[in-house]
């Protein structure tokens, strides 16, 4: 059976939860590219690491230019596509840096979170949300290993994926489906037809 995905399928969530193991599957199995966002990359060129803490004028100059990076890249992709980072990813970062007392001009914020949900709406028909639950593992150049900050990016992710300026299709995936064929199985049932 042929399955057919009409549109991109972005995968949206916190960092470690496999994200891209599940991108690069569902690729495969569609047998679409599979497109590569380089949040790491832009954090070294930048000469910064990401599981460090910065104050929010520099995340979002870091942010701006991640998302600078990934909109080249996605515009020059064929489609359909799948990526493993979407502007939704994006948004909740940066929100999550955010505490009572942290300092923030708050226009330039506005004006970064339509810009996401812009980008999001233009390069992206269908997103999944996936939620924690696999084994954490610690891996150089990845963001923070913290629970806790994990699971609050997750729910900064499922929020923004409700918001009425969001005009693509979005599944979130069960947090106890965490096999990797329980994942696919659940994503294709839910963005393809046949």
């Known amino acids: 059976m042929q399955l057919n995905l009409n549109g991109n399928l972005g995968l ?22 599979f497109v590569r966002t380089t949040t790491s990359q832009v954090f070294a060129q930048l000469g910064l690491d990401p599981a460090e803490p910065m104050d929010f004028k520099t995340r979002l100059f870091v942010q ?24 939704i990813d994006m948004i909740a970062y940066t929100l999550g840096d955010i505490q009572g007392k942290t300092d923030v001009n708050f226009v330039l914020l506005s004006q970064y979170i339509d810009r ?25 150049g990845k963001a923070a290993l913290n629970a806790a900050y994990i699971e609050h990016i997750n729910v900064l992710v499922i929020g923004l994926c409700g918001d009425h300026r969001l005009t693509a299709n979005v599944f979130c995936n069960a947090r106890d489906a965490i096999s990797l064929d329980l994942r696919i199985r659940n994503i294709l049932e839910s963005v393809t037809s046949t």
């Open 12 to 33: 949206c969530g916190a960092h470690r939860t496999g994200k891209t193991t599940l991108a690069n599957a569902l690729a495969s199995q569609l047998n679409i590219p």
């Open 64 to 87: 701006n230019h991640v998302l600078d990076a990934a909109e080249q890249i996605w515009q020059s992709s064929a489609s359909p596509f799948i990526s493993d980072r979407t502007p």
């Open 116 to 140: 996401c949900f812009a980008s999001t709406n233009q390069f992206f028909q269908h997103l999944a949300i996936i939620q924690p639950g696999i084994p954490l593992v610690y891996e150089e």
